[in-house]
Nanobody, 122 residues
Framework: QVQLVESGGGLVQAGGSLRLSCAAS????????MGWFRQAPGKEREFVTA????????STADPVKGRFTISRDNAKNTVYLQMNSLKPEDTAVYYC???????????????WGQGTQVTVSS
């Protein structure tokens, strides 16, 4: 069982940066793939990025590639999403998720946080 709590969301101007954190409970955090998804108003939830258990492999969606970076600290049971050069279209609720394999599919993640709002003003 893994419980996930996101933090770090907020309001930022276009071009700015935010760092989201996702704190996980449970002693098996390091064995899970961790991912970030987002859901904008009126849109489907979409994959953003994911990271392997060791941190050595990542997968990132094209719209955020080169701007967003995922990382994890297994000693702190925390995964991070560094978001730079933010755009108004990045506005969404951001969710972290945990699962057994690295995939871009929501169905591959069995544990989800409640989400944190990110709003980018133009």
């Amino acid at each position: 069982q893994v419980q996930l709590v996101e933090s770090g969301g907020g309001l930022v101007q276009a071009g700015g940066s935010l760092r989201l954190s996702c704190a996980a409970s449970g002693r098996t955090f390091s064995s899970y793939i961790m991912g970030w998804f987002r859901q904008a108003p009126g849109k489907e939830r979409e994959f953003v990025t994911a990271i392997s258990w060791s941190g050595g492999i990542t997968s990132t969606a094209d719209p955020v590639k080169g701007r967003f970076t995922i990382s994890r600290d297994n000693a702190k049971n925390t995964v991070y999403l560094q978001m730079n050069s933010l755009k108004p279209e990045d506005t969404a609720v951001y969710y972290c998720a945990a699962g057994p394999r690295l995939t871009t599919s929501q169905g591959g993640y069995g544990y989800w946080g409640q989400g944190t709002q990110v709003t980018v003003s133009s």
